[in-house]
Each structure stands twice: as structure tokens, then as C-alpha cells.
């Protein structure tokens, strides 16, 4: 199993200058809700651009070469990996959520390896430098399980 959560604009869009440029609390409390009690995989950046660390009541998986762990290390429930691959093989579960980055999104997705997908796309246009191969998603027509309209975002599980 390899569940992946992400808030996009229609295009793929999902940063800029490693910031989510969009600041919608209805769709931070659905991520909250999904991956509550759960892992939580993520790459460096992604980490850093946490505004509180660790995310709580979840394992923070941190996927990163970087030699900076140190900075990551500190915190409790924190889990350091270099490798993808281990990442995938260890946290192949239902209770497992890949949040991030775009390198992270795009390995999974051409791999073929997205089993279940939690996508708020955004309504409006938002600048983006950080995208994912949301066509190549949308070429697996995935089985649509639920799908919610809010004011600033529709929420799709796939």
C-alpha cells in the first residue's frame, strides 16, 4: 500500500520557493484528520518547511541525504532514512502517508506505485515552481471512493 496526501493546484502546482503559496485551514484540518495516529513520509524540504516540528501524533519519516540529521535527530518521533526503497518496503501499510516532496510525489507516481491518493486540488491560480505528474495520476483512472467540494478546494480519495 502506498498512500500518498497532497493539496495541488489543477496543474500540479504544489509550491513555491519549497512554501505551500495557499493558506486554507479547511484543508489543513482534513490533512490533520487523514493522517492522524499514522507515518508520515516526507523529503527534507518538506520537513523544514513544517511550521511546528514534529507534526504531533504521527511518526515524522524523513527521507533526506543531506548530513544535516542532526537537525532533524533532535526531535522525538523521528525517523531518518536515506534510501527510498527502504521507506517503501518498511512502510508498505495502510497506516502509512507520503506528504512531500514533488521528488518524492513523481518517484511514486512513475513508478506506478500510488495505490490510494488523498488530493485537495485548489480552485484558484496560485504561482508554482515544485510540480507533480498529476497527468500521469490522472492516466491510471484511479476508482473515485469519495469526493467533497469546499469553497477554496474539492477533495478527491482515490
Known amino acids: 500500500m502506498v498512500n500518498i496526501i497532497l493539496a ?9 520557493k519549497d512554501k505551500i503559496p ?5 484543508d ?12 508520515i513520509i516526507m523529503g527534507y524540504n ?3 518547511s513544517l511550521p511546528k516540528k514534529p ?25 531518518i532514512y536515506d534510501n527510498i526503497e527502504d521507506i517503501l518496503k518498511k512502510y ?3 497506516n ?15 513508478k506506478d506505485l500510488v495505490t490510494e491518493a488523498h488530493i485537495s486540488f485548489i480552485n484558484d491560480n496560485y504561482n508554482c515552481d515544485n ?18 467540494s469546499f469553497e477554496k478546494f474539492t477533495y478527491m480519495h482515490l
Open 8 to 16: 495541488c493546484t489543477l496543474e500540479g502546482g504544489i509550491s513555491y
Open 22 to 26: 495557499w493558506n486554507i485551514k479547511e
Open 28 to 39: 489543513l484540518k482534513l490533512f490533520k484528520i487523514i493522517t492522524n495516529n499514522s507515518n
Open 46 to 48: 518538506t520537513w523544514m
Open 55 to 79: 507534526l504531533i501524533n504521527r511518526t515524522n519519516i524523513v527521507l533526506t541525504k543531506n548530513n544535516k540529521t542532526n537537525m532533524i535527530q533532535n526531535y522525538p518521533n523521528i525517523k
Open 92 to 94: 508498505n501499510n495502510n
Open 96 to 110: 502509512s502517508f507520503y506528504i512531500g516532496g514533488s521528488s518524492i510525489y513523481n518517484y511514486i507516481i512513475n
Open 131 to 148: 510540480f507533480i505528474e498529476i497527468n500521469k495520476l490522472r492516466e491510471k483512472k484511479h476508482t473515485i471512493i469519495s469526493k467533497q
